[in-house]
């Protein structure tokens, strides 16, 4: 049973930080693709970061620069760490991972809320 865990969201002034968690299970986690999605209200879910098994990573322009992904292979978890946290980066945050015959599994979210 696959199963993502996040954790670490919360509320935060803008220009502050966070770090979001997520702790996978049942899957092969060194051959999966992680990655990090939003879905604020009345918009359609984005992706914010996606790094594959190779480390390489990609960002959605809005968080180039402020956002980082990175996994650890051996606590099979995967991080974003979110810097100059803005207003519009208010949204609950989504763990997903696809496997390379194209399985996707979701977490449950974690809400961010960022005050102004």
């Known amino acids: 049973q696959v199963q993502l865990v996040e954790s670490g969201g919360g509320l935060v002034q803008a220009g502050g930080s966070l770090r979001l968690s997520c702790a996978a299970s049942?899957?092969?986690?060194?051959?999966?693709?992680m990655a990090w999605y939003r879905q604020a209200p009345g918009n359609q879910r984005e992706m914010v970061a996606r790094i594959i098994t190779d480390g390489r990573t990609n960002y959605a322009d809005s968080v180039k620069g402020r956002f980082t992904i990175s996994r650890d292979h051996v606590k099979n978890t995967v991080y974003l760490q979110m810097n100059s946290l803005k207003p519009e980066d208010t949204a609950v945050y989504y763990c997903?991972?696809?496997?390379?015959?194209?399985?996707?599994?979701w977490g449950q979210g974690t809400q961010v809320t960022v005050s102004s």
């Open positions: 997903n991972t696809v496997h390379p015959l194209g399985m996707a599994y």
């Open positions: 049942g899957i092969i986690f060194s051959i999966n693709t």
